[in-house]
């Protein structure tokens, strides 16, 4: 258990929907493991508000969630790159049309780390529109052809600052979604200016692995450290 959270407890918190793919919490010696979280950063709100409700800070319960993320899958991720490694390609995804983006419970620093990881590993990633960017999950987003929960995800792209964000000259209401709403709304026009944006951290990852033959999506992969508890380190090339 950890702070008194018993693991059924956290077993009960099921996908109801939301996630693609239900988290089977284990907890043991203090430590979390998310297991089958199958998208890069994705962490399931509702877990995240229990063990906040728990007594565990915010910044704790990411802390868990994550590191089981990694721990947890890795020795399922080496078994199966190792048994396709001469025959096809491990994909990993920032998102997808089903799942929440990764700016809805994860921070911008957070979400660097994450692609850093996804856009280093071996295999072939792939970005879904707008995370680039950091677009945003909208929770409330009325449901459009059976999207439901899902429907937050597929908003229109958000280019720049003209009409509906550069993305059609239609009028509002008759785009297929309605546009992101907040105050503050991430383009592409916004995000280019912007040195840390996640925006130019991805377009300097992008760089950096199409220099570098060590980072190609079939050069070597070795973990150096898997340990909880330690720094996850892997070597390329």
């Not at 079939?218 to 909880?228: N, R, S, T």
């Amino acid at each position: 258990t950890i702070n008194n959270i018993a693991l059924e407890d956290l077993k009960g918190i099921n996908n109801g929907g939301f996630i693609h793919i239900e988290p089977n919490i284990v907890c043991e010696s203090n430590e979390v493991e998310a297991n089958h979280l199958t998208t890069i950063g994705c962490i399931d709100k509702r877990i995240l508000d229990y063990l906040m409700s728990k007594g565990i800070n915010e910044k704790k319960a990411r802390e868990l969630i994550l590191k089981g993320f990694i721990y947890s899958n890795m020795d399922e991720y080496i078994k199966r790159y190792e048994s396709i490694r001469d025959k096809g390609y491990i994909c990993f995804i920032t998102c997808n049309h089903d799942t929440p983006r990764a700016t809805y419970t994860l921070t911008e620093r957070e979400i660097k780390v994450a692609y850093a990881t996804l856009l280093t590993l071996p295999g072939v990633p792939f970005i879904y529109y707008g995370d680039e960017i950091g677009m945003r999950y909208i929770a409330d987003m009325p449901t459009k052809e059976g999207g439901y929960t899902r429907t937050g995800t597929r908003t229109p792209m958000q280019w720049d600052s003209s009409e509906n964000l550069g993305f059609s000259t239609a009028p509002a209401d008759k785009l297929y979604l309605p546009l992101d709403s907040a105050d503050r709304i991430p383009t592409v026009e916004s995000e280019s200016k912007r040195a840390e944006s996640i925006y130019s951290a991805v377009k300097e990852l992008l760089r950096i692995r199409k220099d570098e033959p060590d980072l190609k999506a079939d050069a070597d992969f070795e973990v150096i450290c898997g340990v909880k508890d330690k720094p996850f380190v892997y070597r390329r090339g």
